[in-house]
């Protein structure tokens, strides 16, 4: 029994210790796009988002935003 519960709890640890390292994947991701954004909304002379104004969106709807607002520059530097 009590080899039971130490395997239990190692195995717990480790699924533990993957979630917070997909988790902090995750969060690295989302925060690389919102400087992104912000980024390409400045050279663009736009009002800044704000975090909360991009909160609610999904990764891929970053994305698109990303590849509007790069669009718009490459637009720009073709006129």
């Known amino acids: 029994l009590k080899r039971g519960i130490q395997e239990g709890h190692t195995q717990?640890?480790?699924?533990?210790?993957?979630?917070?390292?997909l988790e902090g994947k995750r969060e690295g991701k989302l925060e690389g796009k919102l400087e992104?954004?912000?980024s390409l909304q400045e050279i663009l002379q736009m009002p800044v988002a704000s975090e909360a104004d991009l909160g609610g969106m999904s990764l891929p709807q970053l994305d698109e935003l990303i590849a509007g607002l790069q669009q718009r520059i490459r637009n720009r530097l073709a006129n």
């Open 36 to 38: 992104t954004i912000r």
């Open 12 to 21: 717990g640890l480790l699924e533990g210790k993957i979630e917070g390292k």
